[in-house]
């Protein structure tokens, strides 16, 4: 099976062990992962802004604020119990006054790591903030959670090791 | 919050996005000498996740540079050059790929096709534009695209871009000029052109 694109705004939930889900080029936005190792299920939402903001008419993982919130409802709904939080991305592109300021990056950060507080879950693993894009890759099989900068390799974040560990 | 436009405005918006790209186009033909031809641009309004999708594919590692604009119309103009672009530019210009001249100069020719891109746009409409300074960045189109909608774009649920190529004739060597208007920038293009 193919890899699931989540572009941004969306989140994806899925217990089939062959699915790898993928958010490619992670700026400013968050790739956030939950993940559940014991049940075979995993999550991935593209989050855009921190929020607070109308998710109606907009793909439900616009918002840190609601969009933490609805992945969570999504990989419960398939079973999922002990759930892990990996989060990629949360770069400043382009520098301070210019184009894309305002921080956007950080703010998504603090504001996904906020919900995921509120939520009772763990950030088991990061990889955040500096200028570079990122692209996150999630194995729902053996929850490999990977990060790639862009012209870098492939590195892993979190995998059924760290659980068993 | 305007979610959808009509044929007509998008047609005025593409007209806008002619004029400023023939202007520049003209200005880019003088500093290299050679012909330039215009694509007939595109104006669309799309869900953020197909904008970024329409620019191209996500990963391909490309060189941005992006000049936010202020005055009168709040949007950022943002140039994306694969990288053999990059190269065939820089040796048009007659400067080393890599050499530390060839960033500045790439900033500079952005500059140059802003100015005159906006210039035209600002004698149509009668707005006064502002221009930032340029700042460039090598990293995943995706990631580029994706950190400026969600700053221009951010409060709506639609991007609208207006995208024009400039061909460098007989080079293959097409750049892609983007203008990317907040939704109060968009509403102040059309109330200029007396469709607000």
């Known amino acids: 099976m193919g890899d699931i694109s989540v572009r941004m705004g969306e989140l994806v939930a899925s217990a089939d062990p062959a699915a790898v889900l993928v958010s490619i080029g992670l700026g400013s936005c968050i790739g956030l992962a939950l993940v559940d190792a014991g049940a075979g299920v995993a999550g991935l939402a593209h989050i855009m802004l921190p929020g607070p903001g109308d998710p109606d008419g907009r793909p439900p993982g616009t918002f840190a604020d609601s969009g933490v919130p609805a992945l969570l409802h999504e990989v419960k709904a398939l079973g999922a119990q002990r759930l892990s939080a990996v989060i990629v991305g949360g770069a400043q592109m382009f520098g301070a006054g210019g184009a894309s300021d305002a921080h956007v990056g950080a703010r998504n950060e603090d504001a996904v790591r906020a919900a995921l507080r509120a939520a009772n879950i763990a950030v088991v693993a990061a990889d955040t903030g500096g200028a570079s894009g990122r692209t996150i890759r999630v194995r729902v099989g053996d929850a490999l959670v990977t990060a790639r900068i862009a012209g870098g390799s492939e590195m892993a974040l979190f995998g059924r090791m760290a659980v068993v560990a | ?196």
């Open chain 2, 1 to 196: 919050m305007r979610t959808h436009y009509t044929e007509i405005e998008l047609d005025a918006l593409r007209e806008l996005a002619n004029i400023g790209a023939g202007t520049a186009a003209t200005s880019l033909s003088m500093l290299l000498g050679m012909p330039i031809d215009v694509t007939v641009p595109t104006a669309a309004a799309l869900p953020l996740a197909d904008a970024i999708d329409a620019t191209g594919p996500a990963e391909l590692c490309v060189t941005g540079v992006a000049i936010p604009l202020d005055g009168d119309l709040t949007a950022t103009a943002l140039m994306l050059f694969p990288e053999e672009d990059v190269a065939t530019l820089c040796d048009l210009l007659g400067l080393e790929t890599d050499s530390e001249y060839a960033a500045s100069a790439l900033g500079e020719v952005v500059n140059i096709l802003c100015a005159s891109y906006l210039g035209a746009l600002g004698d149509t409409t009668g707005m006064t534009i502002g221009l930032g300074p340029p700042e460039q960045v090598v990293d995943m189109l995706g990631a580029i695209v994706g950190s400026i909608l969600a700053i221009s774009a951010g409060a709506g649920d639609v991007a609208l871009m207006l995208d024009s190529t400039l061909i460098i004739e007989g080079r293959s060597c097409a750049l892609s000029f983007l203008l990317i208007p907040s939704a109060a920038g968009i509403d102040g293009l059309l109330g200029q052109l007396g469709l607000g």
